[in-house]
């Protein structure tokens, strides 16, 4: 059974299909109204998420399904004690396709080790985040037209920002990518994606601490929420919490084809002023979230019944 878990679970021309498809839902929608007629989408969310869920949710209603949805971990079987492996295979029996949040490191594996049906990671822990990361694909392709030859900028909490990860690994496998990573010292990108992506195949990139110096260079400047639920203690968060924001002064410092993502939700690291810039881009990735997933739950659902 097919499942996704990691951004790497799809190759670049099954990316591109799910560009493809996303662009031709945008275009003709009603052509896509009843194809999951019948089916049903179970999200289980053992984490905080409103658009992440919403958006599946919201995918999976405009493709002519229904949803199962449980938003609260304290009120599921889990707060009994059943273990992932276990909810894994009675969801099976209800649903057609699981998306699924949990706050530990590779649940989502589990979960689609042990179901019979599809299972979408929707974020596990500081792990990884590949529908987010479909958003933030189909956001740069409609904005830049190509995913080659960009120079990416990723700020703020690259250690604990599981979007970051996703988004880093999916990059990595275009030509002529480069990044710079622009975070405190204590929230640098963990080694282990330095290893498997930028090092492994060669990637330029550097690391610096200043917002500022990074903007002039930038073709996407990618900004992320300090991840308070990761910190051990308080005190560590806030201190760090608001070590980047960006305002229209620094704005102003970018090039006038920069485009200025964030997974959301937003703290206080993109100050409101910049929302009417038109480099602006978030509020959009929300809408090609939902696009992305509608074509995602397509695809593993027509593979499924195959
Ligand atoms: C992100 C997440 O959950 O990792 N949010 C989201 O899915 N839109 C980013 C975040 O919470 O900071």
């Not at 949040?101 to 590949?130: F, Y």
């Not at 994606?193 to 990637?203: D, G, H, R, T, Y």
């Amino acid at each position: 059974m097919r499942s996704v878990i990691d951004i790497l679970d799809l190759s670049v021309s099954e990316l591109d299909a799910l560009i493809a498809t996303a662009e031709d839902i945008i275009a003709h929608p009603a052509d896509y109204a009843e194809k999951c007629h019948g089916k049903k989408l179970a999200t289980l969310f053992f984490e905080p998420s409103t658009r992440t869920r919403m958006s599946f949710e919201a995918a999976m209603y405009e493709l002519g399904g229904n949803v199962l949805s449980m938003t609260d971990a304290a009120s599921s079987s889990a707060s009994k004690g059943e273990s992932v492996a276990d909810t894994a295979k009675v969801i099976s029996c209800y649903a057609d396709i699981i998306a699924m949040r949990h706050p530990k490191e590779g649940a989502a594996l589990v979960a689609a080790n042990n179901a019979s049906i599809p299972v979408i990671n929707a974020g596990d822990g500081g792990h990884c985040h590949p529908t987010q990361t479909l958003a933030d694909l189909l956001t740069i392709w409609r904005e830049k037209k190509r995913f080659s030859g960009l120079t990416v900028g990723l700020c703020g909490d690259l250690k604990f920002g599981r979007t970051v990860h996703s988004l880093i690994n999916a990059l990595s496998r275009y030509e002529d990518m480069r990044f710079v990573l622009i975070s405190p010292t204590e929230l640098k990108l963990p080694s282990y994606v330095k290893e498997e992506s930028l090092k492994a195949k060669n990637i330029p990139y550097r690391q610096t601490t200043s917002l500022e110096e990074a903007m002039p260079e930038l073709d996407v400047l990618y900004m992320t929420r300090v991840q308070k639920e990761r910190f051990f203690n308080e005190e560590d968060y806030l201190r760090l919490k608001d070590s980047y924001i960006l305002d229209p002064a620094k704005m102003t410092l970018g090039r006038d084809d920069l485009i200025v993502m964030h997974p959301l939700p937003r703290v206080n690291e993109i100050s409101v002023a910049v929302d009417k810039d038109p480099r602006a881009c978030y509020f959009k990735q929300v809408l090609n979230g939902k696009y992305m997933r509608m074509a995602l739950i397509l695809k593993l659902l027509e593979e499924a019944a195959s």
